[in-house]
């Protein structure tokens, strides 16, 4: 590891600085037995996506609330009662033991934060979706196709001033404020300070301190989860997250149909917004308190799959600035993750273009003897046993299929075995046969 500061390093250097820290956590194991685990488990884990060949294929769990129904509990009781809820991530983990624990922090949010806030982006349980379901998108036009140059020119003030106010109830207050560049001289502060004074952003700060509280008693009772799990012999996976710039654009900001007839109507804002959120999502990873908890940066992909847009518009909207983030990211000794959601068949070759042995993709429905060929030559490929085989197969199918496919995807190193998509329930013996295997045959 360099000793030099860190903007005198080398990516390489960095990625090895961010791997030591993720070997060796700052923390003391209660037994020998414990340290040996997590050493094995992190350098099996970090061999994979280094593409090199290690004792065994390492396994990770993507689950949702599975946790939660695996302790006889409801999604609406995980994002309800924060005692059940670290309880039942805690004993998934110690039941299946994985090679990373699963992690409760996607999944353990009281909803009383978003219903404090005035969280319109989503439904989720108890509040517009079942309590025994996940959450859902409210899929709208959260941006106006009127916005784009609003975005393109300050991100920032784009999403304080306008964004907020429209999805976050708590929010409405900040449409009011004048621009915080009144700030450079003195004649114009008070025209910013006054909006502060409005009784929408009275009412909204209110409900932003009284949020506050919950997200601090949801860190009490869940963060020592983790350390708990870390000293019982089992690392962290992915540390951080972002988006694709066309994500971050076509999910939440337009929407599916919005960004789909923008592509047609006005492709070259389409670009334009996507190149200017290269930087937005780099520093995303960064801006949170802390920095990333290990290199591995968790990248959800949506509309890039098949089937969404063509080969052509792949080429024009999608790749070239999710690779750009993707670099970025590399030249910070981060490990990009990608989580090919979908099918990426027709996308292989075009995300082969990367830097070898420097991220790890997630496929879901995609041939992974095609990946193997294809971008598992440059990158550790992840996945795939299907959640239907997991929901309604026999112990005996599961081993079949993860046979066939660590045949299929291990060879040589670089593969981790993983459900294709996110888990919120199965057959506990079903994902114990899964993991049994990659122990047993997946041996090098």
Known sequence: ??????????????????????????????????????????????????????????????????????????????????????????EFTLDFKPDVFVSPLMYTIPGSLFETIDYKLYAWPGHGAAKDASYQYN???????????????????????????????????????????DFVELPFVPSHIGGWGSPEMIAGLEKLTAAARIVGEWSEAIFPVLGQLMAAGFPPYFGGATKAPFDILGDTLRGTKGVIMDMFRQPDKVVAACERLVPVAIDWVFKRPGGPATPVIFIPLHKGADGFMSDEQFHKFYWPTLRAVLLGLIEEGCIPFLFAEGRYGSRLEAIMDLPKGKTVWLFDQ???????????????????????????????????????????????????????????????????????????YGRY
């Not at 003030?157 to 004048?178: I, N």
């Open 139 to 181: 899929e709208r036009e959260w941006m106006l196709p009127e916005d784009y140059d609003a975005l393109i020119s300050d991100p920032t003030d784009f999403m304080l001033r306008t964004y907020l106010p429209r999805t976050v109830g708590a929010y409405a207050g900040f449409a009011g404020l004048s621009s915080v560049f």
């Open 1 to 90: 590891m360099s000793d030099r500061p860190w903007a005198d390093m080398t990516a390489d250097e960095r990625r090895a600085s961010r791997l030591e820290q993720w070997r060796k956590p700052s923390l003391e194991f209660p037994t020998p037995e414990a340290a040996a685990d997590y050493k094995a488990r992190i350098d099996r884990l970090i061999a994979a996506l280094s593409l090199e060949i290690p004792d065994r294929v390492p396994v990770n769990i993507t689950s949702g609330f599975w946790p939660a129904v695996h302790a006889g509990i409801t999604p609406y009781d995980a994002m309800t009662d924060l005692t059940k809820a670290a309880k039942a991530w805690t």
């Open 366 to 440: 995609t041939d992974m003897a095609r990946a193997k060929k294809t971008i598992g030559t440059v990158a550790c490929i992840q996945g795939n046993v299907p959640l239907s085989l997991i929901y309604a197969g026999t112990p005996q199918e599961t081993v079949e299929y993860t046979r066939g496919l660590i045949d299929s995807a291990a060879e040589g190193g670089g593969f981790i075995l993983d459900v294709g998509a996110v888990a919120d329930g199965g057959k506990p013996e079903n994902l114990h046969a899964m993991i049994e295997t990659a122990a047993e």
